[in-house]
């Protein structure tokens, strides 16, 4: 299966690198002679950055998680408020676009959940951040939890400017 919609690469991408199959390196070159191998370069590493936070924003959204079969929709989902969030892609391109995925990925039932989630996220952006400010520290800096403790036995004064710097 031959994917060309970008934004469904990149929830291919991020899925299989959640399951533990090869690196994002590896995955990305096999996409460089793309025409949008710069938006498909940022959007997994954007969403990988702040894979974290996004996730948690995410949950905020969702009635009930996403099954594991279904982690890429899961990861269009991420990919899909990490654009809203930090690209300067227009909003209605950015749902648009990434609910188009979704045909690639061949799960039609997934659009209107999409779409939703999407548009959610743009109404209930004062309520995401309000939840995210009120967060544990590995969320808000979107680092895993077991980095930030360890850091803390070591650098408990300079924790937030040591996790900050490293975004």
């Given at each position: 299966m031959t994917l060309t919609n970008t934004?469904?690469?990149?929830?291919?991408?991020?899925?299989d690198m959640?399951?533990?199959?090869?690196?994002?390196?590896?995955?990305?070159?096999k996409h460089k002679t793309s025409k949008e191998y710069?938006?498909?370069?940022?959007?997994?590493?954007g969403s990988c950055r702040w894979f974290h936070l996004l996730e948690f924003e995410l949950s905020l959204l969702l009635?009930?998680?996403?099954?594991?079969?279904?982690?890429?929709?899961?990861?269009?989902l991420i990919i899909g408020i990490y654009q809203l969030k930090e690209?300067?892609?227009?909003?209605?391109a950015a749902i648009n676009e990434t609910v188009s995925a979704i045909d690639e990925l061949h799960k039609p039932w997934a659009k209107a959940l999409v779409n939703a989630v999407l548009r959610n996220y743009q109404r209930q952006s004062e309520m995401i951040k309000?939840?995210?400010?009120?967060?544990?520290?590995?969320?808000?800096?979107?680092?895993?939890?077991?980095?930030?403790?360890?850091?803390a036995a070591q650098q408990t004064d300079d924790l937030e400017t040591i996790l900050s710097n490293n975004n």
């Amino acid at each position: 299966m031959t994917l060309t919609n970008t934004r469904a690469i990149a929830a291919i991408i991020l899925s299989d690198m959640l399951k533990g199959n090869g690196s994002l390196t590896n995955h990305l070159s096999k996409h460089k002679t793309s025409k949008e191998y710069p938006l498909l370069q940022e959007i997994c590493f954007g969403s990988c950055r702040w894979f974290h936070l996004l996730e948690f924003e995410l949950s905020l959204l969702l009635q009930r998680p996403i099954k594991k079969k279904d982690s890429d929709i899961k990861c269009l989902l991420i990919i899909g408020i990490y654009q809203l969030k930090e690209l300067g892609v227009a909003d209605y391109a950015a749902i648009n676009e990434t609910v188009s995925a979704i045909d690639e990925l061949h799960k039609p039932w997934a659009k209107a959940l999409v779409n939703a989630v999407l548009r959610n996220y743009q109404r209930q952006s004062e309520m995401i951040k309000a939840s995210v400010a009120k967060a544990g520290l590995s969320i808000r800096m979107s680092h895993p939890k077991w980095i930030v403790e360890k850091l803390a036995a070591q650098q408990t004064d300079d924790l937030e400017t040591i996790l900050s710097n490293n975004n």
